[in-house]
């Protein structure tokens, strides 16, 4: 079975940010750190300046939980958390990293109400900088399992940004992880992951409570204990209300640092040796231009000045940040067009342009041309340079919009250009994985797109046609990008359920 030629169009341009994913035991590129105002990427700010998973690498099997008591805007707060010892105690080291990159793809899918997070144990490990080896297979779904087993208590502590005020809230990091593997229990390349984050992170992400992160950086970080302390060290620079401004220096108790990091130590000087190594990382890359301790014994305060300065401009809003629409992108919407291929449209085509052909499109209705799905027919018109469709009778375009429709041929040759271009690169890269590895990738797909509207039984038999090769895993990871694109996923839920079986 072939699905290239199911749908006609171009495929959407997609461009995916990429870090490091080099063995952290391999060599590392140096990358230097980012001046705060030029950052572009985001993580949900409360669990950051939280600190809700320990900073050590390993710990003994009973810390299973921690307590700890701080002062917020004057007012007394907490932060709890229990974990069952089966699951190798509380949140800790690699832990970090996985929670961290849950968020950021959160964010890149669109950060949707549902708060699902649809990937692959292959994408997760990729993502985060590890290698693709059993080994780190394994950390991941132990990871996992206790980001979901553990429960958090945060007291008088959580901000809700949209009130602009402390709240209790109780959650696990991670609500509901819906696994599928292919052979066994154990998590390995062609495992496809859904994973519900929880709601009270969902619901910080989407009023866009968020703080900003380098993930380049934090990807080229050696230690999993250096990057867990840049992690909630940095979190602390960036204060409710001034989310975007990053602070020249922290201070802060020692022993209070120490559970704010999350760890069992209360003497200083071992505080300070637990921590050393992770500041000398941070010291050589320039991240931390200093780092000193005034006082002693359980006066002892340690300062931290940073080095990735100047700091004057506050670094940019989130990249989710609501832009006003055109006139005519709002009218797209009335027709039942979605709201970011209505933006598409008017960005590529322009305004006059796409104007031009709404009023084509709805004398067409009025003369009574029959549309199965009248936000479909309205993109194709737009799209449309052919001739496809004719004038109604009695239509006849302004003369500034038929200047614009002399232009629509080359915007959509640049375009189209562009396009081919892109999507080579992808399926480039794409075909330059194993076949189990473009299986999950493209069922991965399937699942963010019309998930709902087939049932798993259908799933699981695309999933076993593409690994006995009766259908190639790009032709249905580009087809439903495709269907997607033209507003046509009905059309492919319908064909997927008529092919697997519904």
């Known amino acids: 079975m072939t699905w290239a030629g199911s749908y006609s169009g171009q495929v959407l341009g997609i461009v995916r940010q990429r870090g490091i994913h080099l063995s952290r035991s391999g060599k590392l590129k140096a990358v230097p750190p980012t001046p705060p105002a030029q950052l572009d990427r985001f993580d949900e700010a409360n669990s950051a300046r939280l600190g809700l998973i320990c900073v050590q690498e390993r710990i003994p099997d009973d810390y299973t939980r921690w307590d700890i008591e ?48 649809h990937t692959t144990a292959y994408q ?18 132990e ?26 809230v109780k959650f696990n990091i991670i609500e509901r992880i819906t696994a599928e593997t292919q052979d066994g229990l154990g998590f390995g390349s062609g495992t496809t992951l859904k994973i519900q984050l929880a709601r009270p992170v969902v619901e910080s992400i989407r009023e866009k409570y968020l703080k900003p992160l380098d993930m380049s950086f934090v990807l080229s ?51 300070k040796r637990n921590l050393e190594s ?19 014994r359980g006066e002892t305060v340690i300062i931290y000045r940073f080095g990735d300065l100047p700091t004057s401009t506050p670094a940019p809003e989130p990249v989710i940040e609501v832009v006003p629409d055109a006139p005519v992108t709002d009218a797209l919407r009335r027709y039942g067009v979605a709201p970011t291929v209505a933006r598409k449209l008017v960005s590529e085509y322009g305004e006059a342009l796409v104007t031009q052909k709404l009023e084509k499109f709805e004398a067409m209705i009025k003369s009574g041309y ?26 006849q375009a302004e003369p500034k919009r038929a200047e614009a429709s002399l232009q629509a041929a080359s915007i959509a040759k640049r375009i189209e250009a562009e396009e081919a271009q892109l999507n080579r690169q992808l399926e480039k890269e794409f075909l330059g994985l194993d076949k189990s590895e473009q299986a999950a990738r493209a ?27 009766e259908v190639e895993p790009y032709e249905i990871y580009r087809t439903v990008i495709r269907a997607a694109s033209e507003l046509r996923l009905g059309d492919f839920a319908h064909e997927i359920r008529e092919a697997y079986g519904d």
């Open 143 to 168: 990871s996992l399992d206790r980001l979901k087993a553990a429960t958090y208590t945060a007291s008088e502590s959580w901000r809700d940004h949209k009130r602009q005020r402390w709240t209790t």
């Open 70 to 117: 701080f002062m917020v805007d004057e007012r007394p707060a907490r932060l709890t958390c229990i974990s069952p010892g089966e699951y190798g105690g509380v949140p800790h080291g690699l832990d970090g990293d996985f929670a961290t990159i849950l968020n950021v793809m959160y964010l890149e899918q669109g950060a949707p109400e549902s708060g699902i997070v």
């Open 124 to 141: 997760l490990l990729q993502r985060a900088g590890f290698p693709d080896s059993g080994q780190y297979y394994q950390s991941l779904q």
């Open 278 to 296: 992770a500041h000398k990382e941070l010291l050589e890359r320039g991240y931390l231009s200093s780092v000193d301790y005034e006082g002693a």
């Open 370 to 395: 029959q549309a199965r799905k009248k936000s479909a027919l309205l993109v194709d018109v737009i799209r449309d340079i052919s001739g496809k469709y004719a004038d109604p009778e009695g239509y």
């Open 221 to 271: 970080l050696k230690r999993s204990l250096t990057r867990s302390l840049y992690r909630v060290l940095d979190a602390h620079r960036y204060q409710p209300g001034a989310e975007m401004q990053a602070a020249a220096e922290f201070r802060i108790n020692l022993q209070q640092w120490a559970r704010e990091c999350k760890l069992r130590e209360t003497v200083p000087a071992r505080i």
């Open 443 to 469: 069922l991965n797909q399937v699942r963010m797109f019309i998930g709902r509207e087939v049932s798993e039984k259908s799933l699981k038999a695309l999933l076993k046609s593409m690994h006995e090769g």
